[in-house]
């Protein structure tokens, strides 16, 4: 190994100790602790030896007091404008325990006035001294901050001057029963005259509503055709009297819509309905009406008789085909249902089935020739392989098979050395220090050959603060004058020279 001095600088020493801190006896013990602190300074050089803290024990009577709140700050509020949160803190001082409770607090807080319309007042006077005009009424937008108010600060409509007052109230209505008609007045006053419009208005009035007679009732029945038969009316309304009658009554023979009357007989059957069944034994109904001014039907207004509905079945769509595997031949299902109200089942098989196939099954390809694969660099085997071939399936065993017994050598190259790197730097800037140069194997297969590398320099060469370029002889068995140590690093070996003064 060759030695030379290198760099300069300030060798790395201890500065002196701080002052002591605080003592502190948080466990109450009767005996508290505190420390002081030194810092290792200088550029070069080993590092400084020793601890940089040192610990002491101290009278229990200077250490330092539990820990409290200190006094609450100022409020400071989040909005600038309107309502919003205070917030205030505190700070823990001390060196023992913790402080109970929250160092901050908040409230609801207000800074300045937002801006806002005031009520409106009341409307001024009327821009003209006679008829009609103009008159405004106004708001004023209060506050201190925030964005102006929206809409305008005046407001302006129509007034008049020496024309219409108010109009008085509705008279009573001119009748006491049933639709009269009330009136009411205004004046034309002031210093102009001649208003225009009606002084007098008129309005239609109920004081109650007059009675009258409602629609006459239906006829009654005729229970015979010499019998009489009758209708009625009711008076109805709140005040007043209806003239005439409330009850009315005519002979049957001459109660019918020409003047005569008609002797009830029965009318046409109506139309059988649907069977109650929608398959096999129902009933079905007729009805018939009785028909005339007076006198009654013999006989029912309603005919029933059984039914028999015959729906034959019939068979339903086939379904769509559904193999009975995945991969390969099969057969295939397809199925139908017999449907329908009643009768005899459908003729024929409820299914059907045919061949199927679905996908190619899986089988190995021929073996490929023995060659030496593409992953062997310098020496192995012969290998060979197949494919598996189809869409459905896996075939068993392997795809690959090599031979233990058929050696083969891969496109790799021999490993040899490459050229020595230059000189490093020196490894410290003050006093004596090291200083390396490598070089790789390089290639693919085998070893690079071994050689002494270590190279001497006499220590009383060379002086401080300098590096002297050095020579070593190689050593006995070694094949080149450059021969150094060799270190592998994975797959590539490299060899380093230390030069130490």
Do not use: K, Y
């Given at each position: 190994m060759m030695q030379e001095p290198c760099g300069s600088g300030t060798p790395r020493n201890w500065t002196t100790w701080s002052t002591w801190s605080a003592c502190s006896d948080c466990n109450r013990t009767g005996t508290g602790s505190r420390t002081r602190t030194r810092f290792c300074g200088g550029t070069c050089?080993?590092?400084?030896?020793?601890?940089?803290?040192?610990?002491?024990?101290?009278?229990?009577?200077?250490?330092?007091?539990?820990?409290?709140?200190?006094?609450?700050?100022?409020?400071?509020?989040?909005?600038?404008?309107?309502?919003?949160?205070?917030?205030?803190?505190?700070?823990?001082?001390?060196?023992?325990?913790?402080?109970?409770?929250?160092?901050?607090?908040?409230?609801?807080?207000?800074?300045?006035?937002?801006?806002?319309?005031?009520?409106?007042?009341?409307?001024?006077?009327?821009?003209?001294?006679?008829?009609?005009?103009?008159?405004?009424?106004?708001?004023?937008?209060?506050?201190?901050?925030?964005?102006?108010?929206?809409?305008?600060?005046?407001?302006q409509r129509n007034c008049s001057v020496g024309s219409w007052q108010v109009w008085s109230p509705w008279s009573v209505c001119s009748i006491s029963c049933g639709a009269g008609v009330a009136a009411r007045t205004r004046n034309c006053s002031g210093v102009c005259t001649g208003?225009?419009?009606?002084?007098?208005?008129?309005?239609?009035?109920?004081?109650?509503?007059?009675?009258?007679?409602?629609?006459?009732g239906m006829w009654s029945d005729c229970?015979?055709?010499?019998?009489?038969?009758?209708?009625?009316?009711?008076?109805?309304?709140?005040?007043?009297?209806?003239?005439?009658?409330?009850?009315?009554s005519v002979h049957c023979s001459t109660a019918g819509e020409t003047g005569t009357a008609v002797p009830r007989v029965w009318g046409g059957w109506v139309a059988w309905s649907a069977c109650s069944a929608s398959c096999g034994v129902g009933s079905r109904g007729r009805s018939r009406q009785c028909v005339g001014d007076c006198g009654s039907c013999s006989g029912n207004t309603t005919d029933a008789?059984?039914?028999?509905?015959?729906?034959?079945?019939?068979?339903?769509?086939w379904s769509g085909w559904q193999c009975d595997t995945a991969c390969g031949q099969g057969t295939a299902v397809r199925a139908r249902a017999c449907i329908g109200g009643c009768g005899p089942d459908c003729a024929g098989a409820d299914s059907s089935t045919a061949p199927c196939s679905l996908g190619i099954p899986v089988q190995?390809?021929?073996?490929?020739?023995?060659?030496?694969?593409?992953?062997?660099?310098?020496?192995?085997?012969?290998?060979?392989?197949?494919?598996?071939?189809?869409?459905?399936?896996?075939?068993?065993?392997?795809?690959?098979?090599?031979?233990?017994?058929?050696?083969?050598?891969?496109?790799?190259?021999?490993?040899?050395?490459?050229?020595?790197?230059?000189?490093?730097?020196?490894?410290?800037?003050?006093?004596?220090?090291t200083r390396t140069r490598v070089r790789a194997c390089q290639g693919d297969c085998g070893e690079c050959a071994a050689n002494n590398n270590t190279q001497l320099l006499d220590n009383s060469t060379g002086s401080e603060g300098e590096c002297p370029?050095?020579?070593?002889?190689?050593?006995?068995?070694?094949?080149?004058?450059?021969?150094?140590?060799?270190?592998?690093?994975?797959?590539?070996?490299?060899?380093?020279?230390?030069?130490v003064v």
């Open positions: 050089g080993p590092a400084c030896v020793g601890s940089s803290v040192d610990t002491a024990t101290c009278p229990a009577s200077n250490a330092t007091a539990d820990a409290q709140w200190s006094a609450w700050s100022s409020w400071a509020c989040d909005t600038s404008c309107g309502n919003g949160t205070g917030t205030r803190w505190r700070t823990c001082e001390g060196t023992c325990g913790v402080c109970p409770g929250n160092r901050s607090q908040t409230a609801p807080c207000l800074l300045e006035v937002p801006r806002l319309w005031t009520s409106w007042s009341v409307w001024g006077e009327c821009s003209a001294s006679c008829g009609s005009g103009t008159h405004n009424r106004t708001r004023t937008c209060s506050g201190t901050c925030g964005a102006g108010c929206g809409g305008a600060a005046v407001e208003c225009g419009g009606n002084a007098t208005e008129t309005q239609s009035c109920l004081v109650a509503v007059e009675r009258q007679w409602s629609v006459w229970p015979t055709c010499d019998a009489n038969r009758s209708r009625t009316r009711v008076c109805e309304g709140e005040c007043g009297v209806c003239a005439g009658e409330s009850t009315a008789q059984s039914c028999v509905i015959v729906a034959l079945r019939q068979w339903s769509g190995w390809s021929a073996w490929s020739a023995w060659a030496c694969a593409p992953s062997v660099l310098c020496n192995g085997f012969l290998s060979r392989t197949r494919a598996c071939q189809g869409t459905c399936g896996s075939c068993p065993g392997n795809s690959t098979q090599v031979s233990s017994s058929a050696p083969c050598v891969g496109p790799g190259a021999n490993r040899t050395w490459s050229a020595w790197s230059a000189w490093s730097e020196c490894n410290t800037t003050c006093g004596a220090g370029e050095t020579t070593a002889a190689p050593a006995a068995g070694s094949s080149s004058s450059e021969g150094f140590p060799l270190a592998a690093i994975g797959g590539v070996v490299a060899a380093a020279v230390v030069v």
